[in-house]
């Protein structure tokens, strides 16, 4: 049902890319070539912006929601619906749909206690009320002091993407470079992944797939030598962005720490102009440990925000609110297949619907 | 540690009831509120949460355990029980074939861990003198097949691929040919990540199923799965009908609910758990031991097996005997940190000592590469120094620094570690002497 969901949204997004393409080639006659450009270049940066959609882009989600709504909601509406009245024991199943969404304890704990200070001081009787309650706080939950955007506006940028094994870290680089490519950007990989057999490779075939060049060494190798190469091949090839591979190493905390610091330190030293971009890939499937995964790799890197993986499976990803509010990390992206187009814009609103829904 | 939460919050929760005379109900109803917490914290599916509180609740409250003499002592002992049946009583081993080759089948979501978990195997089945095959039906992810190809070489195994545009029924159903025409004993077939609700993947794999008949198929789980575990593993045991469960990234501080999850859904064992990224990082599963190691019980049987593979008979006795005298010198202590390097990294020993728990392997950051510096200090000791720690003094310490290219800082804090540790030295030996009546065992350990 999510698949179905996020795939659906994920057409109407399409669509709403070849009305607004046809738009502007159909003004194309008219504009001068130069300010063409310029435009274009304005639409392009705002795709995987939320914030500033065109109408029609909002239209098309809407509508798009409302026919899925009615199977989404199913689970909490019949829910709701089957008690008469707003007590204890409706509150308790709301707190197991939370769990059974991996929301977690401490962070589902908190959210029913808000919703039982809610219900009294709004003085709320009708259970259908209480669903518009409960989805405020939950998306309240989800915003923090950061914009849910990605921050790559003014060129040169570097974005770095780390996360521990298996997570999507390598699928996610090549989805975004081909999103930002087909906008237009420059855009130019490195390897930095030189611990997993074949992840080199891995990256190198994302390239070819999607069109853009790789920058890598051998395996084994020092990632912090190929993030210097690759930083250097931007700035000589006047790259807009930069994206890095990283090894997803859990096993040994004192050799991400290490392997990681020494990366930063170089990025620093070496593109300092460059607007920066540290996204933590988290898979969706992933229940409470990827609260550590998150506090640990936010000891060793100041991360901007969060790709959340894999949310074409049954798997919620509750776990994210604990990790929104509590770390004050944004989700910027999310990954719905491992197509080159599998990956869209965090909406909150939509993750909300899709957490409380029925698989 | 594995089992991070879980451990800590069960084994505080049991101490509580440990020292009552008497158990009211209300007791056994906080207690398994407490439990029912821990365990839906550790990541354990809810449905299987509230099912394992009904049981020992239901146990617990019987009169036999409230009126005995040790309320506190039986609830414990049927928490124990049950956790270990939840996880699957005793150990499952691979079934081999009677005719070879043996095919074992690897299936489960993207990023699972099943490419490496299939070298691990592989490996692991090559030390008992079985002659493993690989064989790539990953015809989907990028380089999956080259992954494969650099782990079998790593492990000097081979590995059988058709490219990536052959149909992955048919790569399996050659695979199979080719370890019987060059005798491979074993065949693990690694398939694509796929998710379980994807009908035409899920239609593939039924029909490798059909053409090749694998032996065993294993479900290859990543440790860290939230409550969606579930969901994956009935799918796949329904569609597939799958013999074993293979959890991974069981290492790290996993909370490793999953696994009590799966296990429970399927009635399917777990029969192995990768614990690190090393190749070598795949163990046998034993839920008994697991479940003692869960409630601070400790694991002394894997301990015991662990030293009894790495370390050297002879070089034992003469040990045991140093400690009995107590002249257990810096010598003594490289010798033993260089076997000790065999028995897998620090942290994971001292998980499986009984009595040492959880708190205490918290406050204690061992750092695997500190062992490299420890023995470069020891090595930088005169014979004399080694064996009379005490007429190390300042100066001596400063030449040591330099030798070892470590700071006097290091060389003092190992100085202080070698004397704590021969008072735990001293600690062991007399547990020794207390469990000589249940069975001698020998603690090879600093
Ligand atoms: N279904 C699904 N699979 C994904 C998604 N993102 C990545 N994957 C798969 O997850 C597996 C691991 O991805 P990879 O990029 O190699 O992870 P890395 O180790 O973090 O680089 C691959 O099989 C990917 O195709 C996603 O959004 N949905
Ligand atoms: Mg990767």
Redesign the pocket.
């Known amino acids: 049902m999510l698949k179905k969901f996020f795939k659906k949204l994920k057409k109407d997004e399409e669509n709403m890319n070849e009305v607004e393409q046809s738009q502007e080639t159909n003004s194309d006659s008219i504009e001068e070539s130069s300010n063409l450009k310029k435009e274009e270049k304005c639409i392009t940066t705002q795709i995987l912006d939320s914030s500033d959609k065109s109408p029609s882009f909002f239209n098309k989600l809407k509508s798009g929601l409302l026919k899925t709504r009615q199977g989404i909601t199913e689970k909490i509406d019949s829910l709701l619906k089957s008690y008469g009245k707003v007590d204890e024991e409706l509150l308790e199943e709301l707190e197991e749909i939370l769990i059974m969404s991996d929301v977690g304890m401490d962070t589902t704990l908190k959210i029913i206690e808000r919703l039982r200070t809610e219900i009294s001081s709004r003085k709320i009787t009708d259970t259908s009320e209480v669903k518009s309650v409960l989805k405020e706080i939950l998306k309240e939950l989800l915003q923090t002091s950061k914009s849910n955007d990605l921050d790559i506006s003014t060129p040169p940028s570097i974005i770095l993407v780390i996360?521990v094994?298996?997570?999507?870290?390598?699928?996610?680089i090549g989805k975004l470079a081909h999103n930002l490519r087909s906008k237009g950007k420059k855009v130019l990989l490195a390897a930095g992944?030189t611990f997993?057999a074949a992840?080199i490779d891995?990256l190198k075939i994302w390239g070819d797939r999607v069109g853009v060049n790789v920058i890598h060494h051998q395996e084994g190798s020092d990632p912090a030598a190929i993030i210097f190469d690759a930083i250097q091949a931007a700035k000589a090839r006047k790259i807009d962005v930069l994206i890095c591979?990283t090894a997803?190493r859990l096993h040994n905390k004192k050799n991400l720490m290490n392997e990681l610091s020494k990366v930063f330190k170089i990025v620093d030293r070496e593109f300092s102009e460059a607007k920066k971009e540290v996204l933590l890939?988290l898979d969706a499937t992933t229940g409470q440990n990827a609260i550590r995964q998150a506090q640990t790799f936010k000891e060793v890197a100041d991360i901007t925000g969060i790709i959340l993986?894999?949310?074409?499976?049954t798997a919620k990803g509750g776990v994210i609110l604990g990790i929104t509010s509590e770390l004050d990390i944004p989700v910027k992206l999310i990954?719905?297949?491992?197509g080159m187009e599998?990956l869209q814009p965090f909406e909150p609103n939509e993750f909300v619907e899709a957490l409380l829904s029925e698989n | 540690m594995v089992f991070e939460g879980l451990a800590e919050k069960l084994q505080n929760t049991l101490q509580k009831l440990k020292g009552k005379g008497k158990l009211s109900e209300k007791d056994v109803k906080n207690a398994m509120r407490e439990v029912k917490l821990a365990l839906l914290e550790a990541d354990v599916n809810y449905k299987v949460v509230k099912d394992f509180i009904k049981k020992i609740t239901q146990r617990s409250v019987g009169q036999e355990v409230l009126e005995s003499l040790t309320p506190g002592q039986q609830v414990i002992k049927i928490v124990n029980d049950e956790l270990t049946s939840l996880m699957g009583g005793t150990q499952s081993k691979i079934l081999f074939a009677s005719k070879p080759p043996t095919i074992i089948m690897l299936a489960g979501l993207?990023?699972a861990g099943k490419t490496t978990t299939g070298g691990k195997l592989a490996g692991q089945l090559k030390k008992t003198g079985k002659r493993p095959l690989l064989v790539a039906c990953d015809v989907y992810?990028p380089a999956a097949i080259k992954q494969l190809h650099v782990v079998g070489e790593q492990l000097e195994i081979p590995v059988f691929s058709m490219g990536d545009k052959v149909n992955p029924v048919n790569i399996a159903k050659a695979g199979i040919e080719h370890a019987k025409k060059y005798g491979n004993d074993v065949v693990i077939i690694d398939t694509a990540?796929r998710?379980h609700i994807d009908e035409n993947l899920m239609e593939e794999l039924k029909n490798i199923k059909v053409e090749v008949k694998p032996h065993e198929i294993m479900l290859v789980v990543d440790a860290m799965t939230g409550q969606d575990a579930v969901n994956v593993a009935e799918t796949f045991n329904s569609q597939l009908g799958i013999d074993g469960i293979i959890l991974t990234k069981l290492d790290g501080d996993t909370r490793g609910g999953a696994a009590l999850s799966v296990r429970a859904v399927t009635g399917k064992p777990i029969k192995y758990v990768g614990v690190g990224e090393k190749l070598t990082d795949l163990e046998p599963f034993y839920p008994d031991r697991m479940a003692s190691r869960i409630l601070g019980m400790g694991d002394v049987l894997s301990l015991i097996e662990k030293a009894q593979a790495s370390f050297d008979e002879s070089k034992l006795k003469k040990l045991e005997k140093k400690i009995k005298n107590q002249d257990f010198n810096l010598e003594d202590f490289l010798d033993q940190l260089q076997q000790m390097k065999n028995m897998g990294p620090l942290s994971q020993i001292l998980e499986m000592m009984p009595g040492v728990n959880n708190k205490q392997l918290k406050n204690l950051q061992i750092d695997d590469k500190e062992l490299v510096h420890i023995e470069a200090i020891i090595q930088s000791m005169t014979p004399e120094e080694r064996k009379n720690p005490s007429i190390i003094k300042a100066s001596r310490r400063k030449r040591i620094a330099k030798g070892s290219g470590t700071t006097v800082q290091a060389v003092n804090k190992l100085l202080k570690q070698f004397e704590q540790t021969r008072k735990m030295m001293k600690q062991l030996s007399d547990m020794e002497k207390g469990m000589k009546k249940g069975g001698r065992f020998k603690i090879p350990f600093f």
């Open positions: 996360g094994n298996g997570v999507g870290k390598t699928t996610s992944d997993r992840a891995q591979d997803g890939v993986t894999k949310l074409d499976g990954g719905i297949g491992e599998d | 993207q990023g992810r990540g998710l």
